[in-house]
């Protein structure tokens, strides 16, 4: 374990590490982050949730203002509800990972995550909002006369019916996600829900964050981490210190420092006391 005194910057992923879904963040929670906000600790959430669903830090900790959104292809201002940074996806790769998608799988729907909101096929089921926009496989292919609604594509979403294996489902896609137009970088956050969600190529949380801490000129040893899932990996082997969730995916496990309680023992807020403790000490 690295040493805790030295951290100066929070990253956490939101679902299933600050929160779980649907439920406001613990108290308990609330109160750890505020006491490091307190302290000159930078809190940092880093998510794989598009800019529409990020309503729950406003409400719950309105004192954050910067976020590492849609797996490190935003950083948003929340205060000025303002992209400070993007990393789209090009329209000629959406069209051509579609075309190969209809000749390889061909069962596959899609759906995107864009700047403006959704857009999803007809057939696409999960949790989209109700004013999602919607679009044909035809138009996606159409490289010229691609729908103006999938302008500023952050990420790209895929199902096929019936199936809930995400990692079967990532292993069955990885191999159309290289094209000559360029390549797309998949990973998902949920193992049993069979969503796959594709950004480009090495674009990850890490990535993203380490342009951020860049600019702060922070190193990774500063930083500590914490998350639950596969799109965590990249995020929790890169910082100097990182905590995966107890009982969270086995890989996420493996890739971070160290372990912390579940969300209903306390989550992160037991290793963020600890960093404040050995802060106080120092």
């Keep these: 374990m690295n040493d805790l005194s030295g951290i100066r910057l929070i990253a956490t992923d939101l679902d299933g590490t600050l929160l779980r879904h649907g439920q406001p963040i613990a108290p308990a929670t609330v109160a750890a982050v505020r006491a490091a906000l307190d302290a000159g600790i930078a809190v940092l959430p880093v998510?794989?949730?598009?800019?529409?669903?990020?309503?729950?830090?406003?409400?719950?900790?309105?004192?954050?203002?910067?976020?590492?959104?849609?797996?490190?292809?935003?950083?948003?201002?929340?205060?000025?509800?303002?992209?400070?940074?993007?990393?789209?996806?090009?329209?000629?790769?959406?069209?051509?990972?579609a075309r190969l998608l209809d000749e390889r799988?061909?069962?596959?729907?899609?759906?995107f995550e864009t700047l403006a909101g959704s857009v999803v096929e007809p057939s696409f089921k999960g949790r989209t909002p109700r004013n999602a926009s919607v679009v044909t496989r035809a138009e996606v292919v159409s490289g010229d006369t691609t729908p103006e609604s999938l302008a500023d594509v952050i990420k790209i979403l895929v199902r096929i019916p019936g199936n809930t294996d995400s990692a079967k489902l990532?292993?069955?896609?990885?191999?159309?996600?290289?094209?000559?137009?360029?390549?797309?970088?998949?990973?998902?956050?949920?193992?049993?829900?069979?969503?796959?969600?594709?950004?480009?190529?090495?674009?990850?949380?890490?990535?993203?964050?380490?342009?951020?801490?860049?600019?702060?000129?922070?190193?990774?040893?500063?930083?500590?981490?914490?998350?639950?899932?596969?799109?965590?990996?990249?995020?929790?082997?890169?910082?100097g210190t990182s905590f995966a969730m107890t009982g969270g995916h086995p890989d996420a496990l493996a890739a971070a420092t160290g372990a912390c309680p579940e969300l209903d023992a306390g989550g992160v807020a037991e290793p963020i006391r600890r960093i404040l403790s050995a802060q106080a000490t120092r």
């Design 105 to 111: 799988v061909p069962d596959a729907v899609l759906a």
């Design 170 to 239: 990532q292993d069955a896609i990885a191999p159309l996600t290289r094209l000559d137009s360029g390549a797309l970088h998949g990973t998902y956050s949920d193992p049993n829900n069979g969503l796959l969600e594709l950004s480009p190529a090495g674009v990850t949380k890490a990535h993203t964050l380490e342009l951020y801490t860049r600019s702060l000129q922070l190193t990774p040893e500063q930083v500590v981490a914490f998350g639950d899932m596969p799109n965590d990996i990249e995020m929790l082997r890169w910082a």
């Design 47 to 97: 998510t794989g949730r598009p800019l529409h669903w990020l309503d729950i830090l406003r409400t719950d900790l309105p004192e954050l203002d910067r976020v590492i959104a849609a797996n490190g292809t935003v950083v948003y201002d929340l205060h000025q509800e303002q992209v400070l940074w993007k990393s789209t996806i090009a329209p000629a790769l959406t069209g051509a990972f």
